[in-house]
């Protein structure tokens, strides 16, 4: 019974230290976003205006060191939307993205086809990010992929014992750096390529893939019925809750999908592939900022 309670305890601790709650930090980086966002989202000045005064009263009024980022972001999203009148601020943005995107997978060349290059190669994709200059994304690219947390191996161990993997995508041009895993991963379980039901941020959904031309390749495609970044379980569609928790394997792209699914339980099955581009997030992975991380919970 004194082993089980020891265990117990070293669980609960290592779940306390991933959980990924809102900091100070946080705060900045969801006013920025507003004011992003609602540039983006109309040339309306006076809408423009509005939606930054609106989506910051959001801000004000729901923000708390103990919640969770991603929901705040979620409303403030909402709010430009309706009051600019326009459901996806972000397409011109993800549109040059998937551009981009498309000639950098190509220029970029594996070693060879193994898990782990391909990992790699899956990981390299997630260092788009919106809020950084595209020529600075550029230049990350070419820097070789090590990961602070390594549970690679693992995670491969699981997977030729796994019959259903969903596959969490992030942003519209990571598609291209996905493909060649989720091939991969098809040699041992069946793997579902899940993206956003409409659009949120750079978040991908089924239209940029079609738009991307991509559908074919990227074969069962399924959506999370939000959109929200990361997962909010209260507004997913009963489809997907099922999904989840039907699944052998999680494979959770991006900070997103960290920020909401630390909060859940380890118990092993969730994957998490991310680069983490704000100190939040790699405090919370005890990792230096900008570091890769492959983590099984």
């Known amino acids: 019974m004194l082993t089980q309670r020891k265990l117990s305890v070293k669980s609960i601790l290592l779940h306390i230290i991933l959980e ?19 540039e983006l989202a109309t040339d309306d000045e006076q809408a423009k205006a509005r939606a930054i005064e ?43 993205e ?39 994304i550029k230049e990350d690219m070419k820097r070789q992929v090590n990961f602070d947390i390594d549970d690679s191996e693992r995670f491969k161990a699981k997977l030729k014992d796994a019959r259903r993997v969903l596959y969490l995508a992030d942003n519209a041009g990571e598609v291209f750096f996905d493909l060649l895993l989720i091939r991969w991963m098809r040699q041992w379980a ?24 991509l559908e074919a390749q990227l074969g069962e495609i399924i959506a999370t019925g939000t959109a929200t970044p990361g997962i909010d379980f209260s507004q997913a569609s009963a489809e997907f809750k099922h999904e989840f ?20 339980p380890a118990e092993g099955k969730i994957f998490y592939c991310l680069r983490a581009k704000c100190q939040p997030v790699a405090n919370s992975l005890g990792v230096p900022i900008n570091s890769y991380v492959a983590m099984l919970r």
């Not at 069946?190 to 031309?213: C, G, M, N």
């Not at 039907?246 to 909401?260: P, Q, R, V, W």
């Open 20 to 38: 990924m709650k809102a900091s100070n930090n946080c705060y900045e980086c969801l006013q920025r976003l507003a004011y992003q966002a609602a």
């Open 245 to 264: 928790n039907s699944a052998d394997l999680i494979f959770a792209k991006g900070m997103g999908y960290y920020e909401s699914l630390s909060e859940l």
């Open 54 to 96: 609106e989506s910051l009263k959001v801000l004000r009024d729901n923000f708390s060191l103990g919640g969770v980022s991603i929901v705040i972001a979620t409303k403030i999203h909402d709010v430009i939307k309706e009051v600019t009148q326009n459901p996806d601020p972000y397409r011109e943005m993800k549109d040059k």
């Open 98 to 136: 998937i551009a981009v995107a498309r000639e950098l997978s190509k220029q970029i060349k594996l070693e060879h086809g193994s898990f782990r290059s391909c990992l790699k190669f899956a990981a390299l994709g997630n260092t788009i990010d919106f809020f950084r200059p595209l020529d600075v």
């Open 190 to 213: 069946s793997v579902a390529y899940v993206v956003k039901a409409s659009p949120v941020q750079d978040d991908v959904t089924l239209e940029d893939i079609r738009r991307a031309r």
